[in-house]
């Protein structure tokens, strides 16, 4: 497997397992739950950050099909456990883990498409696109320190709410100050 790959599974998996931990003491009210009208529930990142790895890895790198509703992972109110959420989570992540870890070097120079859905495409850019034209053109290499990126800074988000929900006193990340 390439280092780059690798380095990139090694810190979304440590995500992932945060994540996992801060889910473990809430109950499914907790993580459904909004702090504020205008934020996001712990639900609706997870949901976020499955559909964010699945259209980005699984469908852009991977080529399987597209499949996501952008808008609904904001919107869902519950209706999902925790135990469905981390289950979307680790299926995703096997998923994602089997189309990266057959990545070569000449793969990370590849150009992928990237495709949304209308509605989500136009309320994400403000715009009005037409149908066909809803995708980016990404540089895998690129792609994958991107969706890395956007992993950590949800999964930090979830660490968060999780401690101001229910704080347990542990430390998630296994370091301390």
């Known amino acids: 497997m390439l280092k780059l790959v690798e380095a990139v599974i090694e810190d979304m998996d440590k995500q992932l397992e945060r994540i996992v931990k801060s889910l473990d003491p809430l109950d499914d009210s907790l993580v459904w739950s909004r702090p504020k009208d205008t934020m996001n529930s712990i639900g609706n990142l997870c949901l ?23 808008s609904k992972e904001f919107t869902t109110e519950g209706g999902i456990s925790k135990e469905e959420l981390i289950r979307h989570l680790t299926d995703t992540r096997a998923e994602a883990k089997d189309i990266l870890a057959r990545l070569t070097e000449k793969d990370l120079d590849r150009e992928v498409a990237i495709h949304y859905g209308l509605e989500d495409w136009n309320r994400m ?20 320190v991107a969706v890395a990126a956007h992993y950590g800074y949800h999964a930090g988000q979830i660490v968060l709410l999780s401690k101001l929900q229910k704080d347990t006193g542990e430390h998630v990340t296994g370091q301390y100050h």
């Open 48 to 70: 976020h950050l499955a559909g964010n790895e699945r259209m980005n890895v699984i469908s852009g790198i991977g080529g399987q099909p597209f499949i996501r509703e952008r």
């Open 125 to 144: 850019l403000r715009v009005q696109a037409e149908e066909g034209k809803t995708y980016e053109i990404k540089v895998v290499g690129k792609l994958i």
